[in-house]
């Protein structure tokens, strides 16, 4: 069975460049995650869906970066425009429902210039 | 609102040496417990958790982790460490409330030295 698929796996951008990230949950998974982890940290919550309703949302910080989840399975994560502390490995995760355990992708490495 | 706190960034040890990872948790309500390893370049896979019952937790990898309500704690444990344990190992909770809302710890580093 497929793991939660990311890509870019590395990307590298100028500050004020857009940026998207791409995300495949496990088939049946109806919790989809999107985290934020700096280096030396632990990942923080960036948003999290119920099929395509996103229901915890509220460590976006929504004057940039924007999500959504079309019928319920893949995911886009969006940084427009970027800035250099946006410079982090993105972590998407999946898991059956809520308080199942989460499976993670191998993240999405941003490095802003 | 619920916190963690790993109080070791990096823990050095050699091979074949037990090790214990510290993790404390902060909440006034009852928790879920999990630990989380991170190999290089790889993503977060779950080790162990605990939700009830026996507080002394087995999990992948020959891990094991007790859950100490009184001290608020969840240590990591092996009796014997292999070169392949060298990864980044993090300790997150949950409410029991709000299972989906998980918060992680900064991470320990664990190296293992030949």
């Known amino acids: 069975e497929a793991g939660v698929v990311q890509s870019p796996r590395y990307k590298i951008i100028e500050k004020k460049q857009p940026v998207a990230f791409w995300c495949n949950p496990i088939?049946?998974?109806?919790?989809l995650y999107w985290y934020l982890q700096n280096l030396g940290q632990g990942p923080e919550l960036l948003i999290r869906?119920?099929?395509?309703?996103?229901?915890?949302d509220s460590q976006l910080p929504k004057d940039r970066f924007s999500a959504e989840r079309l019928k319920g399975v893949d995911s886009t994560l969006k940084i427009q425009p970027a800035e250099l502390g946006d410079s982090a490995v993105y972590l998407c995760?999946?898991?059956?429902?809520?308080?199942?355990?989460?499976?993670f992708g191998e993240g999405s490495r941003l490095t802003v210039l | 609102a619920q916190s963690v706190t790993q109080l070791d960034s990096q823990v050095p040890v050699f091979e074949e040496a037990p090790v214990e990872l510290r993790c404390n948790y902060s909440?006034?309500?009852?928790?879920?417990l999990f630990w989380y390893v991170q190999y290089p370049n790889q993503g977060l896979q779950l080790l162990l958790k605990?939700?009830?019952?026996?507080?002394l937790v087995k999990g992948i990898n020959g891990f094991e982790a007790e859950f100490n309500k009184s001290q608020t704690s969840f240590h990591l444990r092996k009796p014997s460490v292999h070169i392949s344990d060298t990864a980044e190992y993090f300790c997150?909770?949950?409410?029991?409330?709000?299972?989906?809302?998980?918060?992680f710890g900064s991470g320990t580093r664990l190296s293992i030295r030949p």
């Open positions: 997150a909770v949950t409410l029991y409330s709000s299972a989906s809302k998980i918060i």
């Open positions: 605990y939700l009830s019952g026996s507080t």
């Open positions: 995760a999946s898991s059956l429902d809520t308080g199942s355990e989460l499976f």
């Open positions: 088939s049946g998974h109806n919790t």
């Open positions: 909440s006034s309500v009852s928790v879920y």
């Open positions: 869906y119920e099929n395509e309703e996103a229901v915890d």
